[in-house]
Structure formats: structure tokens, C-alpha cells
């Protein structure tokens, strides 16, 4: 009578959007990669610390017993498949800076969803799963960057970022508060946090950042 | 017949000293953030980081079933708190600098007595409290630097900071052993981070430094 | 019958390899804190975090019910004493920096063959195995780097890093396979991982690097 594919429903949702968003995080960090010119077993390294790092992190924190690819090590192999085709691919992209912030955008608006679907299956109140949406999309990025020594997007002066996650991961839980089934909360989720993202890149959206008054002179 | 108000022994010592911490730390993270002129939520996000970092690595490390905020999120919504007001007032400071190295020192003051006391409470060994309350001390102020390209507190040359926490630390095994009760140990800990610290700040105090040989000439 | 000596079978192998790890990584943590300038504590700290970071992390992810050096905490004792050492001793060396590469490729071909033991014993799959030899063998380097903004050896162009790790760890399961025995299978791992490195350190071995196109003419 379900509308849905049968494999569809046999993934556990959760797990699902944890699959989606290891391969589009792995592709921004093996773009990260070739902005480095590392080699091809670099290219995994980091390609995998960026797919499985926010995950890896909201399980230590909500104490799951087994850290998502630990238990099924098939994410990591993942990750390493999409290096793999960047470390040979990258060249033919037009702008490679252009390609990693708009695969960025993708991995974060299903990395959120990710992080607030396991988090609420686990029975957790509505702070710590908003905190686990922002934590899941964001901190894979950061440690890339941090590493890479790049300059971290979660840092970037005018742009909407972190906003976006917590806007997304707010936007599930109102939807979940009023009454919608799991499955649409996580849709308007990723599509809030896309959106956001995607107006921030394309059209500039921003919020108002903190100016300290001008230096005085001396 | 006890000189304490009734609030004070309801909350357990190390409780009250992770909330006493996460402000002040929280604090120090939005000035951070105010230096990157960072939005309301890169705000938020960075005093969170910093406020709940070195708990959250404690917790991590000793094995608590429970990380001390995912059980109790009012943490985090202090910290939030403490963002939001950062963000209206900061350009009210005449400078921000001088006040985050001093709210930094006296949250430094109250997060080596906290991880020092949630330690002592599991019954670990001197070495494990001495070195937890280095890691609450520390390494939430760590992780702000890192992530927002600051040179790190622990690595400024001729001041003393990794100094005062490990002897505030100590010098709450040594009261603990010589016999006093846990309060007055944990009110020297944070004496002695304090005093240590701020003769840094204010005197230059400073142990001997690591000095190479002058380069050879070639 | 064994041509062991006697206490050497008393330690469990993968806490053999970790002290070993421990002390040599120690060494490199205080060599770069030499580089930084620091004081005594600055180079206890920095080398308790290089030589316990990568073993943390390998406990944290796979489970363990302690994470190593708390339930021992001679590992960071140890640490400390290395550190003390550099301290009063570094100005001896010919090049400190040759010295932090040549110790950081003996602890690497310690670290990797740890990590093997440990995570072997808690039979887990290859795959895993061969993660966490690539985790505890460098992420006490990483953090050491991050921490110290020094650029990460794993990030060096041109040169054999997160490679040695990851062919040691493979050459481990290989042997294991092949039904070698645990130690030699060990042996095999750190020479296997040593060799690549210091074949890279000496004769510049390598592999390819991702080269973009040149940049286009405006």
C-alpha cells in the first residue's frame, strides 16, 4: 500500500541519509585533496575524515555503543571509492573551488537530517537533537579544513553556514512537533538547508555580522 | 548547623563549577568570534565550543555514561545565552582583547577545579585528577583557538597558562591529602589557577623558556 | 621451549608496542615544542598529547571500556619523562629537525603495528584493523602538528606519510592471513612501515601527487 520502493524501506532511514551524505562529503574532501596536490592514499585520508568526522562525533557524544562505520566499516570503503574517482576526475571540472562549495552544500543538506534522524530515534529531548544536526553537518568540514589548514567554511565572513544547519535541524523538529511523520520532517529539513545555503551562495543572503566600532586613532 | 545556604549543597560541587565555567568560557568564545566578526549563530556556535570542549573531552576520556550536557542541555543554552549577549554589548568594551585574556583566566579558575572534582567524585588516581583538570581547563579554550586560527593560549610564549592549571590541579591532590574537606580543596585549586595566572597577565610572570643555540653562521 | 625471554611474554603485546609508541612520540611532541619555544610544562603537554592521541582516539572509536593510559596512567608519566629529557637535552642535537623526522618514522612503525595489535585482539574485521593502525600510528603526529600550526606531516607533498601507515597496517593483515603467527605478523607491519618511510626520508620515494592543469591565461 506504501507509495516507497521495498529497499527503501529497508534501510533504516537514519542510515540511509548517513550513506548519502559520507559520499558527497568524501567528494569535498578529495577536492580538498587536490587543492593540497597530495597523493592518491591522501586523497583517501582526507576524503574519509570529512565523510565519517561529524557522524563519527554525534556518536561519541550521544554514547551510542558502536560508531556507525565501525560497526559496518562498508561507509569507509565508501569514502574511499569517491577519492579514488576524484584523485582521476578532478581535472575536468571547469572550477574545482566552485565544484567543493556546491558538494559542500549537498553534504551538509543531508548530513543535518542525518544527525536529527538518528538523534531522535535514540529518544533524545529537542536541544540535544538540534545540536546533533549541527554537529553531524558541520564538524566533518571543519576538521577537513582544520587540517588542510583551510580557511574553515564555518568561518567564512557573509555567507549563511552554520545557519543553515540550525535552521534546517529547527525546521525538522517544528515539523515533527506538529504532527508530520518522520520521513517529511527529515524532506523539509534537507530542503531548508539546501535552500539556505544555496540563496547564500547564489544571491549573497547573509545575516548581519558583529562590527566592533572603527579603531580609534592615536 | 552548616554555614552553607540550602541552593548550594543541592547542586552537586562539580555541577556547579561546569555551570560556573560554561559562562565564563562562553564568554571568551563570542570575543573570539567578535575578533572574526562572525553572525549571531557563528557566535553561538563558538561559545558553545569553547564552553563545553574540555567537559565534553573529560567526560569522553573517564567514560562517563553520560556526557555531562547531552544529559542536561541548560548547559548549552547558557552558553547560547552568553553569546547572545556578547554579540549586543562587545563594542561597550574598551578593549576586547584585555577582557577575553581575563574572563579566559577566570574561567580557567573555575574548569580545573570542575574537572578536578567531577574526578575525584569517580574515585580516580591522583595522576587521572591531576591531568582532568588540565583537560577541562584547557582544552576548550584550545579548540576555540584552533578552530578560529588564533594563536592558542597554551602556546604563547613567557606566560604562564598550561602552568596554573597543572598547579591548581596539583594543589587539590595536595590539600585532598593533607585532610581537607573537598570544598576548601577545590577553592585552593582555583586560588592558586587564579593567582598563578593573573601574576602572569599582570606581572610577567613566567617560568625559563626552551632557548636553541643561536643559528651557526654558514 | 620459547625462545622469548620471560617478560616479554608477560606484557600483552599491543601494550608492549604502545609504550614503545609512547616514548618515542613523547620525544617528537618535544621537539616540536623546542621549535615553539615553550617552557617545561608547555613540552610535558605537548608531548603527553603527541604520544597518547593517536591510541585515544583508536579506544575511543573502537569501544573500549577504558581508554589506555586511564587505566594505567604510567603511559602519561612515561610521556612526561621524555618530555623533561628533550627539554634539558635538545640543544645537543646536530638538527633538531632531522631528529623530529627520524624519531616521528620510528614512531610511526611502532604506532601502526599498536594500533594492528590492539584492534586484532578485539577481533574486529580487516578492514577496521587497518583503519586503526592508520589512526594510532597518526593522529598523535596530527594533533602535535594542528596544535603547533606546524604544516602536518601527513599533508607533506612529495613525500611517503599516511602511505607507510597504510601499507604497514595491510602487510600486518597479509601476514595474518597467510597464517603467520601475531608477532611476526607485527614485525612484518613496523619494518614494512618503517622501510617505506625511511626509503622516502633518504632516497625521495614517492608516489604521484594530483597535478591540476596548469592555470589558464587571463
Redesign the interface.
Known sequence: MTALPDWLTQVPLGAALDYAAVVVFALTGALV??R????????I?IA?LTAVGGG?LRD????R???FW?GN?TY??IAAGAAVVV?FT??LLES?YRALLWLDAWALAVAVPAGVAVTMRLE??P??VL?MG?VTGTFGG?MRD????E??L??K?GELY??CA?AGAASALIANAAGLDRLSALLICGAVTFILRAGSLRFGW????????PPRQY
Chains 1, 2, 3 share one sequence.
Open positions: 585533496a587536490s593540497q596536490q597530495l597523493d592518491l592514499v591522501g586523497f585520508f574519509a563519527t561519541l557524544l550521544i554514547g555503543d558502536t560508531v565501525v566499516p569507509v570503503l584523485f578532478a581535472h574545482r533524545h529531548g536541544v540535544i545540536i549541527v571543519l582544520v587540517v588542510c589548514n580557511v574553515p564555518v568561518l565572513q552554520l545557519t540550525f547573509k545575516l548581519p555580522v558583529y562590527k566592533a566600532r
